[in-house]
């Protein structure tokens, strides 16, 4: 048997796990784009524009696509920032809190099904496992920068 790389076994799990969502998002007339973006604004606040793609990991041309179409189907609405005149505040609306309570609601059924599935010690490896790989990535272990002098 071809041994399985730690980078497959994560692309092709997050790909299964992204057509699960996918599939589910269609039932809501959604995408999970669209869910991810509602579970990443602030439902009290609202969240600045400027802090959602970081916090998301989007380019923001692709957010700015999202936010357009959800924008057009009246999930936000877009205010300025009481505290920066030049920012936007993404807020969601009466019909963005339904469907992100839509959203939440599905990611925690997910959650419950794994928890009810693997013991909350493998859980826990699984989740330190994920912190390593983070760190390694982000202290630049894994493939480092070469300086020139």
Avoid: C
């Avoid at 692309?11 to 796990?17: D, E, G, M, Y």
């Avoid at 606040?45 to 916090?55: F, M, Q, V, W």
């Avoid at 030049?86 to 839509?102: A, C, P, S």
């Amino acid at each position: 048997m071809k041994e399985v790389t730690i980078d497959y076994a994560l692309r092709a799990t997050w790909q299964a796990v992204a057509r699960m969502y996918n599939e589910e998002a269609k039932s809501f007339g959604s995408t999970m784009a669209v869910g991810f973006t509602l579970l990443s604004i602030d439902p009290k606040t609202g969240t600045p524009s400027t802090a959602l793609g970081p916090k998301m990991g989007m380019e923001a041309t692709s957010l700015s696509r999202i936010l357009k179409s959800m924008e057009e189907k009246g999930l936000i609405e877009r205010k300025p920032n009481p505290n920066d005149g030049r920012g936007v505040l993404i807020h969601l609306t009466d019909f963005g809190l339904e469907k992100r309570k839509d959203s939440k609601d599905v990611v925690l059924r997910f959650n419950e099904m794994v928890k009810e599935n693997v013991s909350q010690e493998k859980l826990d490896h699984f989740f330190e496992v994920m912190e390593t790989i983070n760190n390694l990535i982000a202290e630049k272990k894994i493939h480092p920068i070469e300086t020139t002098d």
